[in-house]
């Protein structure tokens, strides 16, 4: 079972940029979906995109246009580029993974996650 940890949370004003990462360790599938989430406090957890061993992507509406899912060259890292950032961006963000076959924005896929990271954007 692998393992992710996400770093590069923080604070940020309304309109501003932060990348977010998930490295991770201990996986050797040829197939795999990877995604990033967020909990809002008092809301429950939703899907923000994903990114699969193709390379194909999905991206939930509110963040379409703004955020960029992507991964390294080795492979070992998931990154999270957000740009124009809304009040209501902020919450914990989390990196997920799994290896079935689909790869949609539905968290009950996901097998493993990470700790999470913190976002809190400010006006």
């Known amino acids: 079972q692998g393992q992710l940890v996400e770093s590069g949370g923080g604070s940020v004003q309304a309109g501003g940029s932060l990348r977010l990462s998930c490295a991770a360790s201990?996986?050797?599938?040829?197939?795999?979906?990877l995604g990033w989430f967020r909990q809002a406090p008092g809301k429950e957890r939703e899907a923000v995109a994903t990114f699969d061993h193709r390379g194909i992507t999905n991206y939930t509406d509110s963040v379409k246009g703004r955020f960029t899912i992507s991964q390294s060259t080795s492979k070992t890292t998931l990154y999270l580029e957000m740009t124009n950032l809304k009040l209501e961006d902020t919450a914990t963000y989390y990196c997920a993974a799994h290896d079935k076959a689909v790869c949609q924005l539905r968290q009950e896929l996901f097998t493993t996650w990470g700790p999470g990271t913190q976002v809190t954007v400010s006006s």
């Open positions: 201990g996986y050797t599938y040829s197939r795999y979906c």
